[in-house]
């Protein structure tokens, strides 16, 4: 009896600490956050986000990270990746069968993915890491609203509800987190941190949905971006430095306020009309991470 009571008090003490630590938006000082060579140098389908990155962050970003290693650790060797709308099959967004609370979101005609698709999985294992164990009931038009196929099957259009924004060419993460359902914010590319959402604009034309995990500055002074996505360079799944000389613009979104899944308006109107940030690393070269 005694070693019970010594049990179930435990489990309510682990709970408040995951609360305290996990269960809310996870914060920043403003400050760049700058990696070492090291942190960049990770094998390129390694599970040691949150081991690596999660010791910079608190709040609901060290469950992407989290999320991040769940989701690679399924394709070890990236998985694939492929796009093609109206390919037979079909082009996947992530290639096994996601499900929010259970509940399945999509049937995967392949197995590989591509990069917004990976993002979007890693943001619904977050949710069903926040929610975990909580006895909650997500209404039917919320939960087909989060779906990545129509009933049928078939492919679910750009900007139709919540996936189809996500998954809609441009600041997808804004329309979808920030409009759309107001689960998040917008924030600006020096208070970036492990676990934000990014949509890259390139200059040579196009975009892509990332996991930001640091800038980086080399020796001779070039700054990078290193990010998680699915990207042909890595068959799919993988990390990625990327000079941010060929980066146009970013539109960088934090998870902040999860709990609105249960209660955004599915007919909600978003503006397709989102100015990016340009990337400005500051003059004075930063000698040591900063973190």
């Not at 070693?3 to 400050?31: H, R």
């Not at 917008?186 to 390139?202: E, L």
């Not at 960088?252 to 599915?266: G, H």
Request: aromatic share 14%; net charge positive; hydrophobic share 35%.
């Amino acid at each position: 009896m005694i070693f019970k009571k010594i049990l179930i008090a435990s489990l309510f003490l682990s709970e408040i600490l995951f609360a305290q630590t996990y269960l809310k938006p996870t914060q920043d000082n403003g400050g760049w956050f700058f990696l070492n060579k090291k942190e960049i140098s990770l094998p390129v389908h390694n599970t040691q986000h949150f081991e690596t990155f999660g010791k910079y962050v608190n709040g609901y970003n060290a469950l992407v990270l989290k999320s991040v290693d769940a989701v690679q650790q399924k394709f070890p060797d990236g998985g694939g990746y492929f796009i093609g709308i109206h390919a037979k099959p079909a082009e996947s967004p992530i290639g096994y069968d996601l499900k929010l609370f259970g509940k399945s979101l999509i049937t995967p005609p392949r197995k590989s993915s591509y990069c917004s698709g990976s993002t979007y999985t890693v943001f619904i294992e977050t949710l069903n890491r926040i929610f975990n164990g909580k006895r909650i009931q997500l209404s039917e038009k919320n939960f087909e609203a989060m779906r990545m196929q129509e009933p049928n099957g078939g492919r679910r259009e750009d900007f139709v509800k919540f996936w189809g924004n996500w998954n809609a060419d441009g600041p997808g993460d804004d329309y979808a987190l920030v409009q759309y359902s107001q689960m998040g914010k917008r924030i600006k590319p020096n208070q970036a941190r492990p676990g934000d959402f990014v949509n890259i604009s390139w200059k040579k034309g196009g975009g892509h949905s990332v996991i930001f995990l640091g800038w980086y500055r080399d020796e001779n002074d070039s700054g990078y971006i290193y990010f998680w996505s699915s990207q042909r360079s890595t068959n799919g799944l993988g990390d990625k430095l990327s000079p941010i000389g060929k980066i146009q613009s970013v539109v960088i979104v934090r998870l902040t306020k999860p709990q609105n899944l249960f209660n955004f308006d599915v007919n909600a109107k978003i503006n397709k009309k989102v100015k990016g940030d340009k990337i400005s690393f500051p003059k004075i070269k930063t000698k040591t991470p900063t973190h």
